[in-house]
């Protein structure tokens, strides 16, 4: 069940992602400041900035902001992808763990969706958990 933890993986790298375009943003306010006003807003003593050095500061900020956002379109793709490969494997205990894992949802539920008991469900989940940890613990060797 290692598709689990490359799902999570993207996940967290696509956080990121947004993290840096958000920051990315406060930067770039701080650049078009720049170039209107054309002093530093950090200094406490006007500093004059020349228009052109402004810019190129911008300009920095805005390609940043491309290649950021090119990175997190290519990870949402990415996942997009996984999500669709794990929809698509057949058993019991794949549809477990996706429910479970990546969906989110509670046993309960999942068995009243699979049309099977609840205790069944129970089973089967701490199954897969188990296989889980066993191959974690092998990896760690």
Not at 72 to 85: C, D, G, P, S
């Amino acid at each position: 069940m290692n598709f689990v933890k490359l799902y999570y993986d993207i996940s967290k790298e696509i956080e990121i992602y947004e993290l840096r375009l958000v920051d990315l943003e406060a930067e770039l306010k701080q650049a078009r400041k720049l170039c209107f006003d054309g002093r530093l807003p950090s200094s406490p003593l006007p500093v004059h900035v020349p228009l052109n050095k402004a810019l190129e500061q911008y300009d920095n900020v805005v390609a940043k902001i491309r290649e950021t956002s090119d990175h997190l379109t290519q990870k949402k793709l990415i996942r997009q992808r996984i999500e669709a490969n794990i929809r698509d494997f057949q058993g019991i205990e794949y549809q477990v763990a996706y429910m479970r894992d990546i969906l989110g949802k509670p046993l309960g539920q999942i068995a009243d969706e699979l049309g099977y008991s609840y205790n069944w469900i129970m089973k089967i989940s701490s199954r897969v958990k188990r296989q889980k940890e066993g191959r974690n613990d092998l990896q760690k060797k």
